[in-house]
């Protein structure tokens, strides 16, 4: 392994080879016509800033580059400039690289993660929620990270998804990263492909900003992408998504417990779920929320659903995270509009508050507390699959006392057979705007 202060003499890096992604994808070599930084002038820029240099090589013999990278992060903690032009760095242990300040990161190459489940099973590292845990914590203020839209994390996710076999919430499963306690900073260029578990997930942070970010995981075998969710938010307030891409299995972009003023713009997501409120009330006698959920400009292609809502049932059954219940709390001013979508698999707007996955879904639905008001779709137009036979489904608890403020105005949804949907299944759904309940 090559770890060297960028203060030292460097040579001029001649191209370098970026082999296929385990999801297939293919990143030509990078040659100097391709505007991308060489090692050269990444060094003078750092030296230009002022900042403390380090730049890591890949291990020639393939070794684990994981301490490498984290002496990196932690030699140039601060005020620091950490380069990473190498092709392909190998992954073979778990990281921490937390309390960095007015840090700025410069990624060329792909970080991609060995294939030894026993081993991450063995060492991954809890989030604190849902029992669900990662292989490498992130954070800081004053981050920039920027992948220069050839910069990969690579979860190496077939074995996983062959692991798992379709089956969800496996204990100790990780995540490719945890962003925690990540504040004022901004990630961007940035691809990530074949994620174990969930790619990411945002944890007790503030004021983030996630730009031109390429996320894919998907099978080529029999079993699915179930849980490659694109990117949680927990706990965290202000974080703003613009120019994503998201291919997976499960929910492009979820917003979980206690998350507000979450933002997306101008993104596409195919083939998993859509967007997630949720879900939410899974922690027994406990309050969480979403507040302030904004999205526009959004494409969705072969998804479920444009956005749908989850809650837990009011009764807790089994524990998180394939089980709980019991929560309170409220869902409230959560807009999407501006949105074109292509063969949607369900109705495109959807709500529920009976969730379980320990064989109780779809039980005590109005029993939760959970509060759900000041929903809206604006300006949504495109196709469902022929057999779905309603725009929308909301199922609101009635100890909750039902939904309220649930609007879904100028709608034009059609099946590919060119028939209009404009049918609205509701239960406890009150004053709707823009549609007609019937029952559900």
Not at 98 to 126: A, C, E, F, N
Not at 156 to 176: C, F, H, T
Not at 275 to 295: E, H, M, N, P
């Amino acid at each position: 392994m090559l770890v060297k202060a960028a203060l030292l003499s460097l040579l001029q890096a001649s191209a370098l080879a970026v082999p296929a992604a385990s999801d297939g994808t293919f990143v030509r070599s990078r040659q100097p016509s391709d505007g991308l930084p060489t090692r050269e002038s990444l060094r003078k820029l750092c030296l230009s800033q002022g900042r403390a240099c380090c730049e890591v090589m890949p291990d020639p013999n393939g070794g684990d580059d994981a301490p490498a990278i984290a002496a990196a992060f932690k030699k140039c903690k601060t005020k620091g400039f950490i380069s990473l032009p190498g092709a392909t760095y190998n992954i073979k242990s778990n990281m921490t690289t937390r309390g960095l300040k007015d840090v700025h990161i410069h990624q060329l190459g792909r970080m991609l993660w060995s294939t030894d489940i026993d081993y991450w099973l063995s060492v991954s590292m809890p989030i604190g929620f849902q029992n669900q845990s990662t292989v490498w914590y992130f954070g800081g203020d004053g981050v920039v990270w920027d992948g220069y839209n050839t910069g990969t994390l690579d979860g190496n996710g077939q074995v996983w998804y062959d692991w798992a076999k379709s089956e969800g919430n496996l204990p100790r499963r990780p995540m490719n990263i945890n962003f925690d306690k990540l504040t004022n900073s901004s990630v961007k260029r940035m691809r990530f492909v074949q994620s174990q578990m969930w790619t990411m997930a945002i944890t007790n942070s503030k004021n983030v900003q996630m730009d031109d970010i390429y996320v894919s995981s998907v099978s080529n075998s029999k079993w699915n992408t179930l849980n490659t969710d694109g990117c949680d938010t927990i706990w965290s307030d202000s974080i703003t998504f613009r120019r994503w891409y998201v291919r997976n299995g499960d929910d492009a972009i979820a917003t979980k417990m206690d998350s507000s003023n979450i933002r997306v713009y101008d993104s596409v997501f195919e083939d998993g779920q859509g967007v997630a409120i949720g879900s939410l009330a899974q922690y027994d006698k406990r309050y969480d929320f979403v507040r302030g959920f904004y999205a526009r400009n959004i494409t969705l292609r072969n998804t479920a659903h444009v956005s749908y809502i989850k809650t837990w049932a009011g009764v807790s059954r089994g524990y998180p995270p394939n089980g709980g219940g019991g929560g309170v709390g409220e869902a409230k001013d959560i807009v999407m509009e501006n949105i074109v979508i292509e063969r949607l698999r369900q109705q495109p707007f959807f709500s529920w508050q009976c969730e379980n996955y320990s064989g109780w879904a779809g039980k005590d639905c109005n029993s939760s507390k959970f509060k759900i008001s000041n929903v809206a779709w604006r300006n949504v137009r495109g196709t469902v699959i022929n057999d779905v036979k309603e725009a929308g489904s909301f199922q609101c608890s009635s100890a909750a006392g039902g939904c309220d403020n649930i609007e879904a105005t100028n709608i034009d949804i059609k099946n590919v057979r060119g028939d209009v949907l404009d049918k609205y299944k509701c239960e406890n759904v009150h004053s709707p705007k823009g549609f007609t309940c019937s029952p559900l």
